[in-house]
Every structure is written in C-alpha cells, then in structure tokens.
C-alpha cells in the first residue's frame, strides 16, 4: 500500500514538470511555415529585462507612454474586444507555453495549393480557466443571439463564428490544454490527431528542419521555419495562370516560366529565423536554404567570398553606420545582365540603347571597358550621426556616402560623369584637396565651401584613394575628402566591436556592417519633439497613409511628450550584421549588446 501511495505521489509530481510538445511535434509534414514561441512565461521574463523594454518603462517616459497606450486601447484594442465580447489581455494571459502561428497546406500532394491557418496556444496549468473562457465565449454568443455553430471534431468542441466560405469562418476549440483558432476545421483536425497515438511524420522530421533545428533553434526565445519549395511552386503555377501569354512573335516578351528560372527561386528550399536571448546581448539571425548547387539568379548575387570587411582605417569611431559588401563588382554586373536578358532580351536592348545615347555624346565611350572592367571588388557605406534639426525634412536627409572600389576611380569617375551628362545637364566641378567633385542636380551646385553646410537632392562624385566617392550631401563628400577628423580614434578598435562582431560570424566573411543605434536615434527623437504635428503631416503623404477623417483625434501620440533625449539614451547601443555564404545556403546574423548602462540579465 505504501509502495502504491509513494508511487502515485511521484507520478503527481511528475505530471507539472512534462515537457510541452514542441510546435514541430503538433504540427504534420504539409506545413508550409510556423512561427513560435515555444515557452511564453521565459519569454516574458526576457523581454521585461530588454532595454527597449526597460527604455518604454523608465519614469521620464510615463507622459509619453502612458498616453499612447492609452490610445492604443480605446482606437485598437477596445473595438476588437467589443467584437469578441472579451478583453484580449485574458486570452494572452493564458498562455504559459508556446504560441504557434503555422499555415497547412493540403496533405495531398495532387491537390490544388489551399494554404490555412492555425494558432496554437499552450495554457498549461491554466487549461482550466481557458476552458471558461470559452464557456462564457459560447454563452455570450447564445445570449446576444449572434451567428455561430457549435461543432465537434475528434472529441474536441469547436465555436465557429462568421460566414462559410474560403476564410470566411473562425474556429475556436480546447484540445487538452491547447487553444486551437483556425480557419479551416479538417485543418485543425490535423492537428488533433497529432496528439494520438502513431500520428505520423511531422514537420519535425523534415531533413531540412531539423539541421536548422540542431544548429539554431536551440533555446532560442522565438523560431520559425518557411518551406519554400511548395511556396515557388505555387508563385509559378500562379504567374502562368495570371500574367498574359506572351505573343510568338514578340522576341522581347517575358514569358513566365523563364522569371522564376532566371531569379533563381528553385534554389531556395527553405528559410529559418531565430531569435536569442543572453546577458551579452541580443541575437537575430536568418537563415537562406540555398545549397550552393543550386544558387543562381538572385542568389549568386548574394553571394560573398570569404574577404576582410572590417572597417578601413580611414572610417573613425564617430561614424553612426558603416557596411562593407566584398563582391566582384564586374562579375556581378555580369550576373544581373544575364538574369535580366534571361527574363527578357529586352534588357540587353535597353543597355544597348542607352550606351548608343552616351556614344553620341562622346563616341569613344565604352561601357564594358571604361566602367564595368574597372570596378574593384570592395563597397563600402559610411555615415555620420544625423544633424537633427527643426524641419520633418531633416529625418529624410541621408548624408551617407558610398565608396566604389577601383583600381582605376579616375577612370570609373569620368566615365559616370560621361554617363550621366548624357541628359545634357553638364556637371558643377570643384576641386577640393586635389580631387575633382562631380555636382549633378541640387541646390548645393552654387554654394561655396565656407557657406552653409548644404542639404540638396543632388548627386555628387569624386574620385579617391582606391575608391569613386557618391553621395548626395556635398557637404559629407567634402568632408571624406579632406580626411575625418576621428581623433586617431578607428571603428575597428572600437571597444566592444571585435566581441560583437564574432557573434555574427566576424569581418572576414566579405559582408559586416554596424550602427551606432543611440546616435542615429538622438537627431531622429530630437526632430520629432520640435515636430509634436509629425503624425498628421506624415498622414496622407504619398497616398500611403490616409488622411484621418475631420475630427480623427491621434492626440494620444503626443511627441511633445517625450522627455529629453539625455534621459533615455543609456537603454541605446549599438548593433552589428553579418552574412557569411556556406555551402548549405546563407547565414544572415544580427546582434545587438547590451548596453554598458543597462544591468545584465
């Protein structure tokens, strides 16, 4: 008897500390992405401890933060609660497992692509009020009279709300301690009977889920999977069907079948995300199932060889970003010709037609020659922090300049100035430092070096030490020109970035970039507080956002509210990226440290 007692008392206690099915294991091989949380209540306790997090909560935020969430409540939340006739925080509150957001496609092969939804919520411990919820879910719904059906698949109770048809239905059922919301009931099923006995292969014993599953998904905060196969497929049956078939006569037509060939999307059979969570920091990461086999079009684009790119010792430590692409620019101008001709010679006519303009202006110019054979195999961006300043332009003025590489940037510059003369609208030359500055366009075309800085939508061009200098604020052009002032201090010995940069694969990969996120934030925040309008003035601008209504009030976005920048910007740091071409596909890290300010986790 005692034997008995002490065995069920271990069971007891084991029962608490099961291990949750993970997403992969609910969901069957048909599935065609997901995206998870698999343990809510570890991911809450992170994302409390996130600097952004922390920043939003600091004291000196509350007149911000308290009136925009208030705003987000009444104008988002609180109608969509009207329509449930539940508040949405008693739902999110239930879940203490994962939360999955996956699309099904049919389990038959020969069928017609028909791609549905399903949630999945994991309520643990709080299955039991969840099945309250839904009993005064369906209680509310009987008692206001409104549509709905109740219906039962496999021994789970399912509310149906809304009208028949292709998503036009929503469906809500508690499969043991999982919230189960889709949109397709035979879908869901599918995901009940995996938790049967012998349910079959899932997507968790797809080959290529599972090797991302060992070398990324481990403990991360949130993942997800995208099998792009069935997707291409669909892209392709779909462009035949809808784009107009081209005429056989037509030599310069684009046929469907070629776009998908030429980009290269056959190549890609999957794509994975990530997300970590430690004391040093934040991690993101992307991955690009492409075996190098395969890779064409866009893909052999992407592609960099293992080269230095780390920042040259000419990029000072005061820079706000900084990218640095290794590729062999004249093989990669070759590949985007190609796959543009592949699509349709069209493109190779137009490359034809506009030299043809050029050569009539000076007939020596050859493109392949003067231009493309003299590119190097180096690009990089740099940009100084943002001004700042009192207009909403100046949140839109970029002063990044982009360095070409090139043995020959005499050469590579003059033929650009050649090309682009080709309007008629001749160049303003300067010269500065010994260097000749090519001006198109732009107000800054007049404005002499010792007036004030300039800000125009021109394009400027230099040649310089091993690079072709092009920007569009004369004024940073300028100033790279004459040498920064970085106080001998480099980004490269930067504290803290070599550390950060070997979270993302290093700088020998041929692609690194950084931002100094608090100082690129510092003029953003500082022209919006001059700028407490910048939400009306932005509705409505290019048709993008519409106007609000005659009385609309976004009030509740109040930028005068936000308090000075020097309060909050010890939540911000900097970040760095990095891509890194294996033979398996593309692996694409972001990583962000924690802040020096911030306590570590």
Not at 302 to 323: I, W
């Amino acid at each position: 008897m005692k034997t008995r007692l002490l065995l069920i008392a271990l069971v007891a206690l084991a029962l608490p500390l099961r291990a949750a099915t993970p997403a992969e294991k609910l969901l069957p091989s048909e599935t065609l992405a997901f995206f998870t949380v698999p343990d809510m209540n570890k991911a809450r306790a992170e994302w409390k401890k996130d600097p952004m997090t922390q920043l939003w909560n600091d004291p000196s935020m509350k007149a911000f933060s308290d009136k925009f969430e208030a705003g987000i409540r009444l104008h988002l939340l609180v109608p969509i609660e009207k329509e449930l006739g539940a508040k949405l925080e008693e739902y999110t509150d239930l879940a203490q497992g994962q939360l999955t957001l996956a699309v099904l496609n049919s389990p038959d092969p020969r069928a017609p692509f028909d791609p549905h939804g399903v949630l999945i919520v994991d309520a643990g411990n709080k299955a039991p009020a969840l099945a309250g919820k839904l009993g005064e879910l369906k209680a509310k719904l009987t008692a206001t009279a409104k549509p709905h059906k109740i219906q039962t698949v496999r021994g789970v109770e399912f509310i149906s709300m809304g009208k028949q048809g292709k998503g036009g239905e929503v469906h809500f059922g508690q499969a043991g301690d999982l919230l189960l919301v889709g949109d397709h009931l035979p879908t869901l099923e599918r995901v009940i009977a995996r938790q049967g006995e012998n349910p079959g292969p899932g997507v968790g014993e797809n080959i290529r889920f599972a090797t991302r599953q060992g070398a990324q998904f481990r403990d991360a905060l949130i993942y997800g999977w995208v099998d792009c196969e069935p997707l291409v497929k669909a892209l392709i049956d779909g462009l035949g069907k809808n784009m107009p078939q081209p005429s056989p006569e037509n030599p310069m037509a684009i046929h469907p079948a070629r776009i998908a060939n030429a980009l290269g999307l056959n190549g890609l059979k999957a794509m994975a995300v990530s997300m970590h969570s430690s004391p040093e920091g934040g991690l993101a990461e992307i991955f690009l199932d492409v075996p190098a086999d395969g890779r064409r079009g866009l893909f052999s684009l992407l592609g960099t060889e293992a080269r230095d790119s780390a920042p040259p010792v000419f990029v000072g430590a005061n820079v706000s970003k900084f990218a640095r692409w290794r590729q062999d620019l004249p093989r990669f101008w070759n590949n985007v010709t190609g796959m543009a001709n592949e699509i349709s010679p069209f493109a190779g006519a137009m490359i034809s037609f506009f030299e043809g303009s050029v050569r009539e202006k000076d007939p020596a110019f050859n493109l392949q020659t003067q231009l493309i054979a003299n590119l190097g195999d180096d690009v990089v961006v740099v940009e100084q922090s943002p001004r700042g300043g009192n207009k909403l332009e100046d949140l839109l003025t970029s002063n990044a300049i982009f360095l070409v590489g090139s043995p020959k940037p005499e050469a590579v510059a003059k033929a650009l100035r050649t090309m682009m003369s080709v309007t008629g609208n001749e160049p303003q030359v300067r010269e500065i430092e010994g260097r000749t500055i090519y001006s198109f366009g732009g107000a800054a075309a007049g404005v002499e070096d010792s007036g004030p800085k300039p800000r125009d939508t021109g394009i400027h061009l230099a040649a310089a030490p091993g690079y072709v200098a092009v920007g569009t604020d004369l004024a940073s052009l300028q100033n790279y020109l004459r040498g920064a002032k970085n106080e001998g201090k480099t980004l490269k010995d930067m504290p803290g970035l070599a550390a950060a940069a070997q979270k993302v694969g290093g700088m020998n990969t041929g692609s690194f970039g950084y931002e100094n996120y608090r100082e690129t934030m510092r003029g953003m925040w500082q022209t919006l507080q001059k700028n407490p309008n910048f939400i009306n003035d932005l509705m409505g601008l290019g048709g993008v956002i519409k106007k609000p209504k005659a009385g609309t009030d976004v009030a509740w976005i109040d930028l005068a509210a936000l308090p000075p920048f020097e309060k909050v910007e010890r939540y911000l740091y900097f970040w760095v990226y990095g891509m890194k071409a294996t033979p398996e596909g593309f692996q694409i890290r972001y990583f962000g440290p924690t802040p020096p300010a911030v306590p570590k986790k």
